[in-house]
């Protein structure tokens, strides 16, 4: 008697389902990773360009870059600037809600500073 071998309808539809449901979430979830890549960008050049700017100075250079890079999830009126041992750090935290299909969405938290 030979035996089978192989895998069954059943398992290759399952494996197909993971891998297009990975897709899914992939394809759904990198522009908001590509968003905050673009706001740590963003908080890289407000560190090197303003070092002991104002409060003020901080918020134009960082709606500037805002304008530049095209990310709307936060503003400059989100951020929470404070001065630590005579160095300006600026930092944010926020949420994005990205949506999957019917009722279901991907809620994933972001934090940048300048600190890092």
């Known amino acids: 008697m030979i035996k089978q071998q192989g895998m069954g309808m059943l398992g290759v539809f399952m494996i197909l389902v993971l891998v297009v449901a990975g897709a899914i979430i992939s394809m759904k ?3 908001a990773y590509l968003e905050y890549f673009a706001i740590k960008s963003a908080f890289a050049a407000i560190k090197s360009e303003a ?25 400059a009126n989100d951020l929470e600037i404070s001065k630590e041992g005579g160095v300006v750090v600026v930092s944010a935290s926020y949420q994005k809600v990205v949506p999957l299909f019917a009722n279901v969405s991907l809620l994933l938290d972001f934090e940048a500073t300048t600190q890092e």
């Open 51 to 75: 070092k002991n700017g104002s409060v003020k100075e901080i918020k134009d250079k960082f709606n500037a870059r805002a304008v530049i890079d095209d990310f709307k999830s936060i503003t």
């Open 29 to 31: 979830a990198i522009p």
